[in-house]
């Protein structure tokens, strides 16, 4: 396996190389006839383009920008951040498919033969390397464009979700998901091709989380993973700047405050509201009134929750005589008409399971009571008197 690891990234990077080196000898010497001006120029200036404005994608560009000599070797440098980015590429290319090739060839890892890594690396050439020489994409990685740089989140976001389907039992292995999530948010500000990969994210998600999967299960993954991209087209990237025109409307024209007063209203409301659910899923304890209702989550959730019993009952049972299993047995009990789960203890029944010491009214608990302090009086009495004495000698 480890071999195969040093092969399978030594091949990345060398389709790295090809593709990039390709696409620098190909790439514009300026400025191709349509948006590709607007772009760089635009960049350049860190102006705002044409609708959405692909913010990051100027950001970016105008980062590339810094190393050119003069002005006329502006568009030479952006043209080659495209061709870098497309060679970037390639390489997320050439690894998503040797990592699904291994799935198909190899049944267990550990023990894979030459044949088979050849066949795998094959694969990974052959497919990357025809991408890296179809037209479309090769025009769009000569020139400064945002398909280029699109394409790159795009193949970012599918290896990374492989990545996860890969560590998805071991601890902490939803980093991932968090990472693609941020890649997406970004690739926003270049354009919205990324979002198409959501439909395959939920797919791999879907196949790896449940064993046995049914084109039903299948059917109802996809259309969870359309309502996602609606909700990301309309709700997040239209959605959220419609609200902010809402909040300034309302500041300004109502309340008659200063112009932009609304959107720092709404930038204040907006942040705070990510920063309380980022703080809420930092909590080790949940909070037990959010708790209430339908619960869906992961393997790890429901080990949560057997830890939050396991707390609960170890407590109980360190202040009495019953044990931990014979009280989880009580507390699991199925058998009992008057309720769907758990046990029923009257009077004696508590006190021969070890969960109350004895049965009484309020006179006997009285007369304990007034026992155990007339108990501690007694002590205290007697090492006070100890106490004297070893003073007197």
Partial sequence: MGKYKLINNVLGWVVFLIASTVYLMTME????FWDCGEFISSAYKLEVGHPPGAPFFMLTANLFTQFASD????????????????GLTILFLFWSITHLARKIIVEDDK?????????IMGCGLVGSLAYTFSDTFWFSAVEGEVYAYSSLFTALVFWLILKWEEAADRPHADRWIVLIAYLMGLSIGVHLLNLLCIPAIVLVYYYKKFPNPTMKGTLIALLVSFAIVGLMMYGVVQGLVEVCGYFELLF???FGMPYNSGVYAFVIIL???LIWAIWETMQDEIHPV???????GAPQTFDYFKQIQDRITGFV?????VTQPRMEALM??????????????VGREAVREGIISEVGGISDAMKKLHSLMGHTSDGQKKKNSNSDKKRIK
């Fill in 317 to 321: 049972c360190g202040h009495c005589n």
């Fill in 290 to 296: 959010r708790m209430n209702g339908t619960v869906i």
């Fill in 332 to 345: 699991m009990n199925q058998g009992m008409l008057t309720k769907d789960l758990g046990t029923i203890l």
């Fill in 29 to 32: 010497p300026t400025a191709s």
């Fill in 271 to 273: 942040a705070a509201s």
């Fill in 252 to 254: 300004v024209n109502t």
């Fill in 71 to 86: 002005p006329s070797k502006v568009a030479v440098m952006v043209n080659t951040m495209s061709a870098l980015f497309s």
């Fill in 111 to 119: 023990t894979m033969s030459l044949g088979q890594m050849i066949t």
